[in-house]
């Protein structure tokens, strides 16, 4: 049987001490180095992203040698133990390179089912940390946190975010308008994983993406859901890269039900 709160207590340290680097390489510099860039040249990796994630690496697998890791930058390693890490060294490149600070180190631990059982998302520059166990709800700073409660869809301030690739943006923007007349408003924060922390705070009352890879969703998704929040795809798919939706109860319905018709979890 996994100790959790041990999983749970690794991956905080962890993500407080790459989220050090991370802040301390950003006050050292005005702009960042870009040192590779992924789907896009928009789709960018800095130097701190790269030495963030080495040390994550390091510091996990030093207290657990047996267990696997799936990083944004470093890819994935195999491990015997049945945990398998899901890391984003710095959530939020882009806000880091032009100095917003709304970016985030997350780290989850999955079980080989698949489920993720411990989330931890850490914002160095405000220095705040959510954190998840599976079944024993979400803390932001060792505060009970609980989703807003939101039940009127106009009323509803909904967080969302674009993927790099200029086609699927377009439709992003599609149903972005389509969707608007409907709600109170949007926000692009532009960090998935702070995203999801905030539908788990009540900052905001939804949040939908389509494109997020695993290390986006998976601390963030699972705090949202310990906050009370429903993270799911379009017509019961789980959420993953097609879509994922995250809203309270009363409110995940209406909004699914508005978002459908524009097909969301599709490219054209
Ligand atoms: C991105 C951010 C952004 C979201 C993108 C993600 P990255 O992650 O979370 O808010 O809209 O879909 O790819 O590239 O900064 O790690």
């Known amino acids: 049987m996994t100790d959790l709160d041990a999983l ?96 985030a180190v997350s780290i989850a631990a999955q079980q080989q089912d698949g489920d993720i059982v411990v989330g931890v998302v850490h914002n160095p520059v405000s220095r705040e940390t959510w954190t998840a166990i599976r079944g024993g709800g979400a803390y932001l700073d060792g505060d009970r946190v609980h989703e807003a409660g939101c039940t009127e869809l106009d009323l509803a301030l909904v967080a969302t ?15 972005l308008a389509g969707i608007l007349p409907s709600i109170r408003d949007i926000r692009r924060a532009g960090a998935a994983s702070l995203d999801l922390c905030a539908v788990a705070t009540g900052q905001v009352d939804a ?8 290390w986006d969703l998976a601390a963030g998704g699972l705090i949202a859901e310990e906050a009370g929040a ?31 018709p524009f097909r969301p979890d599709r490219d054209v």
């Open 230 to 260: 429903v993270v799911a795809g379009l017509r019961g798919a789980p959420a993953g890269s097609d879509l994922v939706i995250a809203a309270g109860p009363a409110l995940f319905g209406a909004l699914h039900d508005l978002l459908e």
């Open 207 to 214: 949040y939908y993406e389509r494109g997020l890879a695993p």
């Open 161 to 175: 975010g674009f993927g790099y690739d200029a086609a699927r943006r377009q439709r992003q923007a599609a149903i």
């Open 8 to 103: 749970l207590a690794l991956a905080t340290d962890t993500a407080r001490e790459a989220g050090e680097l991370v802040r301390n390489r950003r006050d050292a510099v005005t702009r960042m180095r870009v040192t590779a860039t992924k789907s896009t040249p928009t789709d960018i990796v800095t130097e701190s992203d790269t030495a963030a994630e080495a040390l994550i690496r390091d510091r996990l697998l030093s207290a657990r040698p047996d267990d696997a890791v799936l990083g944004e930058e470093g890819g994935a390693s195999a491990g015997e133990s049945g945990i398998r890490w899901v890391v984003d060294p710095i959530d939020g490149t882009v806000n880091y390179l032009y100095g917003i600070p709304q970016y």
